[in-house]
């Protein structure tokens, strides 16, 4: 038997587990690993739980450590708090994918039912059963937002964007909002939310959480059965019991009123600043994204950071719409080409796919070791993969000003990208992350998602952060990052013809000396070369 139902016992998490039967539901719900909340049951009575820990879907991706670990730290302390509630719950591991396991359970349950997953792989997976009618799925209730709010305002086609769909939310909800007017006279206070940080308003340090003897039990299971993915497994930063969520909660509070004057800013004195890191618990739906919502409206914070704040929260709805609505971009007329490998890079065996996947630029080119922890000796970089190989997380400019900015500048394939993403961030899924990174961080999509590609040369980093200061190179003098943005231009400019906001920067690198074209070139040839190789860049060695 391929899977193994778990009964009371002498491990961490078993010697709490009540043995509960099949029959002391009249209904019995799959849960997947990212529905962990009591509320989805309101108004449900006499229901049971299943839960299903799959080997198999674990090592599906060169998953990060951390992210396997906090995933099954909350699964099972779950289990445990919804059995302390007397709902019964049946707790299975696998060696296979959830549908084969779910195959055998329902051989002795009979029919079950599930919200609809999040996810559209964990959809794929089963829905051979839902087409038999043995699973029976219903709406998910943990979204914010209903499709149609975004298909009467943006559509089922591209170009898909963000603003209509935000006002949409806006007036239907009437957050922030008097009668039909914005408070503040406007929608948008981003203006205000792009200030770099130097040393004003100490953060409050990251929030530790204690790891119990679940988390212990956990991380030692991961150490064994992934013992060959990447990063540490370690759990003292992540909230995995109830407490911790809750936890996690008061952090946000204590960020809140600076949040949004410097949501754009960097800095190496602190990874978070003043982010929330809550996407993970939510994303689990540990924590419920209109408790957070409610939270945000009620804090007495400036209307900018309370505004940002709700930005975000919105564009997490925005990209889950666009994702399902594409069917994960499969629906829609946008390039696309086969990737080379599907696990980032992590493995020197490739994973077949036979899927083409979006390519705008038809970027090429092997994510570099130095996205796994090798030293590229840009000090931005360095900087923020070593925040992800040491908590599966960073906030979200780096994520999209120099993980992302920097591979679109190496053109590298946005798949390979993608996948990287997916595995090292703890928050990361295929709904959330692929338009983030597909459609924003590498504009593989074209105009779809994005009207021009999130890219800057070394002046934004210089600006929202402070690695220059550290680095080797001198930013405007050495550094190879910007003449890497002219050669980006000059390698595609063809895909940018008749872009309006784009038309200046075009004109200046027409403009632009052909003796500079030509060490941009080099430049990149120099910088994609070396990091290509595993080695890292010094100035004395470049060609």
Not at 80 to 103: C, G, K, M, R
Not at 135 to 144: A, D, Q, S, T
Not at 226 to 232: F, L
């Amino acid at each position: 038997m391929t899977w193994r139902r778990t009964t009371s016992g002498d491990g961490a998490f078993s010697s709490l587990f009540r043995d509960d039967s099949e029959k002391d539901a009249e209904s019995w719900w799959f849960l997947p690993y990212d529905q962990l909340n009591l509320a989805f049951f309101e108004g449900k009575e006499s229901y049971g739980i299943i839960l299903i820990e799959s080997e198999e879907q674990g090592k599906r991706r060169p998953y990060h450590k951390q992210k396997l670990s906090f995933l099954l730290s909350n699964l099972r302390h779950f289990a445990l708090e919804v059995q302390s509630e007397n709902i019964p719950v049946l707790h299975f591991t696998t060696t296979v994918q959830y549908d084969e396991a779910l195959n055998g359970i329902l051989q002795e349950i009979g029919t079950i039912n599930m919200f609809k997953p999040a996810e559209r792989e964990l959809r794929m997976t089963l829905k051979p059963l839902v087409d038999e009618g043995r699973i029976n799925v219903h709406e998910h209730p943990g979204w914010l937002t209903p499709q149609e709010w975004f298909t009467s305002t943006v559509g089922t086609e591209p170009p898909f964007r963000m603003d209509r769909f935000y006002r949409n939310v806006r007036k239907k909800t009437g957050w922030l909002m008097e009668d039909d007017a914005p408070y503040g006279g406007k929608f948008s206070h981003d203006g205000d939310n792009r200030h770099p940080w130097k040393g004003e308003h100490t953060p409050p340090p990251a929030p530790v959480y204690e790891v119990d003897s679940i988390d212990q039990e956990v991380l030692s299971l991961v150490n064994t059965l992934y013992a060959e993915h990447p990063g540490d497994a370690r759990l003292d930063h992540l909230p995995t019991s109830a407490l911790d969520h809750e936890q996690a909660l008061d952090f946000t509070t204590s960020i809140l009123e600076h949040f949004g004057h410097y949501e754009d800013a960097m800095s190496k004195q602190s990874r978070g600043l003043f982010h929330s890191r809550l996407a993970s618990s939510m994303n689990l739906h540990r924590i419920m994204p209109q408790h957070v919502v409610n939270l945000v409206l009620a804090a007495d914070i400036p209307l900018n950071s309370k505004e940002g704040f709700l930005r975000q929260m919105i564009w997490r709805e925005y990209v889950h719409h666009i994702h399902e609505i594409t069917d994960g971009f499969r629906t829609i007329d946008v390039k696309k080409t086969k990737p080379k490998s599907r696990q980032a890079n992590w493995t020197s065996t490739p994973s077949s796919d036979e899927e083409s996947h979006p390519n705008h630029l038809n970027q090429t080119r092997s994510l570099p070791m130095a996205y796994w922890g090798e030293k590229s000796g840009l000090d931005c970089l360095d900087w923020a993969v070593e925040s992800v190989m040491d908590e599966a997380w960073t906030h979200h400019i780096p994520r999209l000003m120099v993980l992302s900015n920097l591979a679109q500048l190496l053109d590298i394939e946005p798949r390979e990208l993608t996948d990287w993403f997916h595995a090292g961030f703890v928050d990361a899924f295929d709904w959330v992350v692929e338009p983030n990174v597909l459609g924003m961080g590498t504009f593989s999509l074209g105009d779809a998602m994005m009207t021009k590609p999130y890219i800057s040369g070394t002046p934004y980093i210089k600006k929202m952060g402070d690695f220059c200061s550290s680095c080797q190179f001198h930013p405007t003098k050495t550094c190879p990052i910007s003449s890497m943005y002219w050669a980006y231009f000059e390698r595609h400019k063809a895909s940018f013809k008749g872009n309006h906001r784009l038309a200046m920067t075009l004109r200046t690198l027409e403009k632009r000396d052909p003796e500079k074209k030509r060490k941009d070139a080099e430049t990149f040839a120099w910088v994609s070369t070396t990091l290509a190789d595993g080695r890292s860049l010094h100035q004395q060695t470049r060609l």
